[in-house]
């Protein structure tokens, strides 16, 4: 095991070395110091079929079958320079990241705008291939799904950009190194009957002052089906023939505050639960705080807010995060 | 595993390629097994025609199981050239018909890039060569086409594009390359060929069957050719065991240790090229002698081939007169060896003693017997009645009378041998058909001959022909022209353009093709290491080795960087302009000369609007090609051909029809 892990490190430092930080960053032009060329698999198998035509051309002194072990090799040697060609002048620029709750893989967009069309390229991100595009014309949006559906907090690794065009004899790649991090929200999943008593004690314990406005509503909705009837106000229905519901500040923008500790299941299943609150909550345009184990987020509301406490969700366990 | 979207061209292009290589190859394999590979083809096509699913693992591999016993059953395993092709071409089969992921269509490409050499194994002819290079190109797409989806005929149209440039550096490559020696010895593949035997028994033979396959090419230099007849000397026969001419083992035991110098003084010196063949007996005129590596000449001066059967082989020879010197006692006795059996063939010896009797001079009774064969009412013909008493010779000599060269030279060989005459039978090829324009003959299967050679003392071997007494017309030329025997002979042949000889088109088609290919086998297949090195020595004299080197790398070095210039040539950037935009460019010039005046920045549409109010007679086809312009370049409608017929009718009325 160790013997393995001491390996890994050796190659990933030659990796560092090698490609120095020519493949950092945003945006990647591929030209001739950022393009890698050798032969692929299959055209290694290519290579070894060619050598035996030559000897089955030399020893029985075939001038064909060497005619044809020659244009094997000469074809290898053509697909080299057009694999290059294919994937020179391209140049791919990151845009953005997309977390998404689990079991969605979160999403990379990126800009490809190629000099020539570029065929076949194909994006393999740790050993995966996760897109391929048949041919690129002209400037394209591409958006990739990393192969990550596990709640949690992803530094993206180093991206393959690979085409095998035209034969799949040659492999023409280059890397894309984004210091960029990305995650996976825990799915959101409705909290348990049992548990809503704990959130709703919770509220009260969170000393929060409760306006009563019982009765004097903010503003009027339309009452959308599902909605319970004892919001009605009959009063208006009387009058105009529509169903109104009563909406009251104290119910649209009560504050909660969510905990950890309050929730029944597991870890997970807590964690999920959680997400599924805030989320709620800030669909409602609620107010809350979120309590996590020794971290705490006091109440506030917005996009931030809660992209902040679902990341803390993500990252719930982490111990010293990699930054691979 | 990557599973592949086009699966269907992919099958089609395979199945195709190896529906041909099973073709070519039938003529190699028992008509069983081509079968059995042809229907594995359609199979395949089949299920890709019909969108049906590839058969079970483990059916397949039953049936591959029970094919491949077959296999070693029907070819065995004395012919390991065969045997392994067969078997490379039979599991690239199966693996196509369980075919399921790119990683197994990837091995069977792979695979068939070496089932297409090995046709040329068995077949280097012009034709073969075209088919190959077609299957490569259609290989090479199968290739382009796992790794992409085009269509296949794009694929095919790339694939050709890439081997047009690939091939002339192959074939530069071929030329300027040193050429290796062999590095070990491969067995050959045999060859399904008709040909020589090795025994002579013409009796039981009902029809000869002839072929008109090429056996070889000889080419005299301009100045010193020799005269007809030529008798082409392959195989001596010199055993006879009652019916049956064989080659002794007295004789098989010289060939194998014995192997004679260069003749004193040759005659005349000329070059043959051979066909491939499934006999090691190479051909030459009287004591032939050649120094070719390949090539053993023996005492009796016969040439013989050293290895690769599969070959076309090219060599010098010279021949000489034989030598008038003594016989040797055991050579004597042998050639004197007649059968035991005294019954058989009484009336033929009784003959023989009585000729003889009469003269009691060899010389004389050689002649004797000549003058016999010519005043007795012999006839020559292709289809004789078989003879199969046990006294074949005398129901021959006194009964039928009708025979072809078999018949009459085992017949006078017996004879010479009764009365005490050394004598044998050869068989070889006489005459050729003469090409005038680069002045060689090319010998076929049909020129197939036997005659006798008869040791007079004090002058060495001497050729008794009794078919040239019979049919004179024999000795002169090939037997495709003697028209008294023409139908006879066309009818033995297989199909064939020599069918149609008596048409001039036909025989001016054929005798060009026939040149076409003697080019080919010349200049291509013969291309050897002498061949090569005198070109080299021509075009860059003597021992200038760096200079080749040299020149071959520059060559090769310039080829590449200039292609890969050209492919990163930053592309013109009207040629990207779309027709319609062309179009669109065409209506605002014409517009701008007939005084519409617009501003620079407004959208097409809104120009062609103002075109429409400016010129109103042609309001209708100005508003139909905004609609077009519109359909095409804002909603990315597919352009078809028809948009773009259409589009050029439109400028074509607004800029005429004034």
């Given at each position: 095991m160790k013997k393995i892990y001491i390996l890994k490190k050796l190659k990933n430092t030659l990796m560092a070395f090698l490609l120095k930080d020519k493949h950092d960053g945003s945006e990647l032009v591929l030209k001739h110091n950022t393009i890698y060329v050798l032969p692929s698999k299959m055209g290694c198998g290519f290579l070894t079929i060619a050598i035996l035509n030559f000897i089955l051309g030399i020893n029985y002194q075939n001038n064909l079958i060497l005619a044809m072990a020659y244009l094997m090799f000469v074809v290898l040697v053509l697909a080299i320079l057009v694999g290059y060609s294919n994937m020179n002048g391209l140049t791919i620029q990151f845009k953005s990241a997309h977390s998404h709750y689990s079991p969605i893989s979160p999403q990379l967009d990126f800009v490809i705008n190629p000099k020539k069309d570029c065929q076949s390229l194909q994006f393999i991100y740790s050993q995966q291939t996760i897109l391929t595009q048949e041919i690129i014309k002209k400037r394209t949006r591409l958006t990739v799904s990393l192969p990550h559906a596990e709640r949690g907090r992803y530094a993206i690794k180093k991206f393959k950009i690979l085409s095998q065009y035209p034969f799949g004899l040659v492999s023409v790649w280059s890397y894309m190194n984004l210091k960029h991090t990305v995650f996976v929200y825990p799915e959101q999943l409705p909290p348990k009957a049992n548990s809503m008593n704990a959130i709703n004690s919770g509220t009260e314990k969170g000393n929060v002052k409760l306006r009563n406005g019982t009765d004097e509503f903010e503003f009027l909705a339309i009452h959308q089906q599902g909605m319970s009837l004892q919001r009605v106000s009959w009063k208006h229905y009387a009058k105009t023939q529509q169903l109104m519901i009563k909406?009251?500040?104290?119910?649209?923008?009560?504050?909660?505050?969510?905990?950890?500790?309050?929730?029944?299941?597991t870890t997970e299943s807590r964690l999920s639960q959680l997400s599924y609150l805030v989320t709620q909550a800030n669909v409602k345009g609620q107010a809350y705080s979120l309590k996590l184990d020794g971290k705490m987020f006091t109440y506030n509301k917005g996009t931030e807010h809660l992209t902040t406490c679902l990341e803390a969700l993500s990252c719930y366990g982490d111990t010293i995060e990699d930054t691979e | 595993m990557t599973q592949l979207k086009n699966t269907k061209p992919i099958n089609l292009l395979l199945s195709l390629i190896y529906l041909a290589v099973v073709m070519a190859l039938a003529t190699e394999l028992s008509v069983a097994f081509s079968v059995l590979l042809g229907f594995l083809c359609v199979w395949n096509l089949a299920i890709t025609l019909t969108n049906k699913k590839k058969p079970h693992t483990i059916l397949a591999n039953i049936l591959a199981g029970l094919c491949l016993l077959f296999l070693l059953y029907d070819v065995g395993l004395g012919d390991t050239v065969t045997l392994f092709v067969a078997m490379l071409i039979l599991s690239s089969l199966f693996k196509l018909l369980q075919a399921r992921n790119k990683k197994h269509y990837q091995t069977i490409v792979l695979l068939s890039f070496f089932s297409l050499s090995t046709v040329y194994l068995f077949s280097q002819s012009l034709l073969s060569t075209l088919l190959v290079s077609v299957l490569y190109i259609l290989n090479f797409a199968a290739l382009m086409l796992i790794e992409s989806t085009h269509k296949i005929k794009l694929a095919v149209k790339q694939s050709t594009k890439m081997l047009a440039l690939a091939l002339p550096i192959a074939v530069f490559l071929v030329i300027f390359l040193p050429k290796l020696p062999a590095f070990w010895q491969l067995p050959g593949p045999k060859l399904a060929k008709t040909g020589l035997s090795e025994s002579v028994n013409p009796f039981d033979i009902a029809k000869l069957s002839r072929s008109d396959e090429l056996v070889f090419r000889a080419k005299f230099s301009n100045t010193n050719k020799p005269n007809a007849p030529y008798y082409w000397r392959a195989i001596i026969h010199d055993q006879f065991d009652g019916s049956t001419w064989l080659v002794s083992d007295?004789?098989?035991?010289?060939?194998?240790?014995?192997?004679?110098?260069?003749?004193?003084?040759?005659?005349?010196?000329?070059?043959?090229?051979?066909?491939?063949?499934?006999q090691p007996w190479l051909y030459g005129l009287e004591q032939a002698y050649s120094n070719s590596e390949n090539i053993k000449a023996t005492q009796q001066g016969l040439l013989i081939r050293k290895r690769y059967l599969n070959n076309t082989i090219n060599y010098a020879v010279t021949s000489a007169?034989?030598?008038?010197?003594?016989?040797?006692?055991?050579?004597?006795?042998?050639?004197?060896?007649?059968?035991?059996?005294?019954?058989?063939?009484?009336?033929?010896?009784?003959?023989?003693?009585?000729?003889?009797?009469?003269?009691?001079?060899?010389?004389?009774?050689?002649?004797?017997?000549?003058?016999?064969?010519?005043?007795?009412?012999?006839?020559?013909?292709?289809?004789?009645?078989?003879?199969?008493?046990s006294s074949a010779i005398d129901e021959f000599m006194f009964n039928k009378k009708r025979g072809f060269c078999g018949h009459y030279a085992s017949a006078a060989a017996m004879m010479f041998r009764t009365v005490g005459i050394p004598a044998r039978v050869v068989s070889g090829y006489l005459g050729g058909e003469l090409n005038e324009q680069d002045n060689y003959l090319s010998i076929y299967q049909y020129d197939a001959h036997a005659w006798v050679e008869v040791y007079i003392e004090n002058e060495g071997w001497q050729i008794f022909d009794a078919t040239a007494v019979v049919s004179p017309e024999r000795l002169?030329?090939?037997?495709?022209?003697?028209?008294?025997?023409?139908?006879?002979?066309?009818?033995?042949?297989?199909?064939?353009?020599?069918?149609?000889?008596?048409?001039?088109?036909?025989?001016?088609?054929?005798?060009?093709?026939?040149?076409?290919?003697?080019?080919?086998?010349?200049?291509?297949?013969?291309?050897?290491?002498?061949?090569?090195?005198?070109?080299?020595?021509?075009?860059?004299?003597?021992?200038?080795?760096?200079?080749?080197?040299?020149?071959?790398?520059?060559?090769?070095?310039?080829?590449?960087?200039?292609?890969?210039?050209?492919?990163?040539?930053?592309?013109?950037?009207?040629?990207?302009?779309?027709?319609?935009?062309?179009?669109?460019?065409?209506i605002t010039t014409w517009c701008d000369k007939h005084g519409l005046k617009?501003?620079?920045?407004?959208?097409?549409?809104?120009?062609?609007?103002?075109?429409?109010?400016?010129?109103?007679?042609?309001?209708?086809?100005?508003?139909?090609?905004?609609?077009?312009?519109?359909?095409i370049r804002y909603k990315e409608d597919y352009f078809t051909s028809q948009d773009k017929k259409h589009g050029r009718d439109l400028v074509k009325l607004i800029k005429t029809n004034s």
């Open positions: 909406e009251f500040e104290d119910l649209s923008a009560e504050q909660r505050a969510f905990d950890f500790a309050n929730l029944m299941g | 007295f004789s098989k035991q010289q060939q194998r240790s014995q192997i004679a110098d260069a003749p004193n003084a040759p005659l005349l010196s000329y070059s043959i090229i051979a066909e491939p063949s499934s007169n034989f030598s008038a010197d003594a016989l040797n006692i055991s050579s004597r006795n042998q050639n004197l060896q007649v059968d035991n059996s005294a019954l058989n063939n009484v009336q033929t010896r009784d003959l023989a003693y009585e000729l003889y009797k009469t003269t009691n001079s060899d010389k004389v009774f050689f002649n004797k017997l000549s003058t016999y064969f010519l005043k007795q009412g012999f006839s020559y013909t292709l289809t004789p009645d078989p003879m199969t008493s002169t030329g090939s037997l495709s022209q003697i028209d008294s025997l023409s139908g006879e002979f066309t009818n033995n042949l297989n199909f064939s353009l020599l069918r149609f000889n008596q048409i001039p088109g036909f025989n001016w088609l054929r005798l060009n093709l026939e040149n076409l290919d003697y080019t080919w086998t010349n200049w291509v297949l013969g291309f050897d290491q002498q061949k090569q090195s005198s070109l080299l020595k021509k075009l860059f004299g003597a021992n200038q080795l760096w200079k080749i080197a040299l020149f071959s790398l520059l060559v090769l070095i310039s080829i590449f960087l200039s292609y890969f210039i050209y492919l990163n040539w930053p592309k013109n950037t009207k040629q990207n302009q779309h027709v319609m935009s062309h179009y669109f460019l065409e617009a501003k620079a920045n407004i959208t097409p549409l809104h120009y062609l609007s103002l075109a429409a109010n400016e010129f109103p007679k042609k309001a209708a086809y100005f508003a139909e090609f905004a609609s077009l312009y519109s359909k």
